[in-house]
């Protein structure tokens, strides 16, 4: 979108949480609230981005560092006087913003778009972003006129018993014309009862000086503000339920979506089914047809090849799996590459760290791993080779071809001797 700066209200303490953390820092899957926000702006086209910050406004700084621009807010008087202060940085070429919470990270991009789609088309000051729920409770709600226009948003907190009963909410979302924005921003006025300068004020003031206001729908689940730990979690299952439903959509079989984690940045082809209990974080990539739980741990750098098996109390880290490789139970494999049509038996540990460093293991196609091996990186199997059951490969003592070790130290059976 062109002409427009996102302005980011992220200074709050976040006093319900309970937390040393900021508020926005605290997780939405892999990412934070405030990094979902970003990432759903740039989505609608959004590259000027302004973060209003106070609390904690180092820590804030320092992850976002090169994402956007940043405003301190000093004291934190509310969210009209940190939009003021934002104001004041606002790029002469742009003729409108975009004002939204750093604590609503489930808006997406295309109501963004929408929004600021609403604003020009209907020549507004300011269009709100508004929200039909079936408990408003705490929200400001959206006052109109016999005729449905806007009139003003009142405070949960300042409403009469007539008021209570409006069920359309603010979201804290607005789409502003900049010159009026910086022209009214500074007439709103303290409320004594929380000495805090309400932006939901504005609204009234452009109204009494003959501005229009408009506004834009979105759903209930993207209204929601993460102002608790309940609402953290509730924002997080709506968000993986999402992931879902959208991989559900594009052919891939998750038996209970009420037991699974999957990631937004995750990758899964078609024709693959993921059991209960399976978590799949960020990054990971798995093709058709493979079988994923239950209760297995795909973590960040995995890569799973066509019709591939974890099983149940497998986790997987930064590993590649070759074409039909199967890993069925309590396995760990971390920096390891595994070849196609390998068999990992239950209990196979590759141990990757020596407590300094991380090591790489390699696993070549055919391999045969018994139960409860365990492979000291770095350290090579290779193609066709077996290892006994509860051998323990060291590291450096590749494993050649076709060989078959056994024991601890894992050994080449010598099958002439034996026989």
């Known amino acids: 979108m062109n002409n427009i700066t996102a302005v980011i ?9 309970k937390t040393d953390i900021p508020k926005v820092l605290h997780p939405v899957g ?11 702006l740039k989505e609608a086209g959004i590259s000027d981005i302004i973060a209003v910050v106070g609390y904690k406004a180092d820590a804030v700084e320092s992850v976002f560092k090169g994402e956007m621009r940043f405003v301190r807010q000093p004291e934190l008087l509310g969210s009209g006087d940190a939009l003021a202060r934002a104001a ?3 790029e002469e070429d742009e003729e409108n913003v975009l004002v939204t919470c750093g604590d609503t990270p489930l808006i997406t991009g295309e109501t963004y778009r929408k929004l600021f789609q609403a604003h020009i088309s209907q020549k507004a000051a300011c269009t709100l972003l508004t929200c039909r729920v079936s408990d408003p409770t705490s929200y400001g709600r959206i006052v109109r006129d016999s005729n449905g226009d806007v009139l003003k948003i009142i405070e949960d907190k300042d409403l009469s018993d007539e008021e209570r ?3 359309e909410i603010n979201v804290g979302t607005y789409c502003f014309r900049k010159d009026d924005l910086k022209r009214f921003i500074r007439d709103i006025k303290i409320n004594e009862k929380k000495k805090e ?8 003031i452009l109204r009494q000086n003959s501005k229009k206001i408009a506004s834009e729908s979105c759903s209930a689940d993207e209204a929601l503000g993460i102002n608790s730990r309940k609402d953290l979690a509730a924002v997080n299952k709506i968000a993986n339920m999402k992931v879902i439903e959208r991989l559900m959509g594009s052919g891939v079989t998750v038996i209970d979506p009420d037991t699974t984690y999957i990631d937004d940045t995750a990758v899964i082809g078609k024709d693959t089914v993921i059991f209960p209990g399976t978590v799949i974080e960020s990054s990971v990539k ?3 047809n493979c079988r994923i739980g239950p209760f297995a741990r795909l973590r960040p750098g995995t890569r799973l090849s066509r019709g591939v098996e974890i099983g149940n109390f497998v986790e997987l880290c930064r590993t590649e799996v070759g074409e039909g490789t199967k890993i069925k139970h309590h396995t760990y494999l971390g920096d390891t590459t595994v070849g196609s049509n390998v068999n990992i038996g239950a209990g196979t540990i590759v141990a990757n760290y020596d407590g300094k460093n991380k090591y790489c293991t390699v696993i070549e196609n055919g391999a045969f791993i018994g139960v409860g091996a365990v492979l000291i990186a770095p350290v090579k199997i290779g193609k066709n080779a077996k290892v006994g059951a509860g051998s323990v490969v060291t590291k450096n003592k590749d494993v050649p071809a076709g060989e078959t070790v056994v ?10 001797k034996r026989g």
């Open 88 to 90: 004041e940085h606002l």
């Open 9 to 17: 209200l992220a200074a709050g303490l976040g006093t319900r949480m």
């Open 197 to 204: 300068f309400y932006l939901t004020d504005i609204v009234d």
């Open 30 to 40: 892999s990412g934070t609230i405030l990094g979902k926000t970003i990432s759903r």
């Open 286 to 288: 798995i093709a058709d």
């Open 165 to 167: 009963k409006i069920t």
């Open 407 to 416: 024991g601890i130290p894992a050994k080449i059976l010598n099958t002439e």
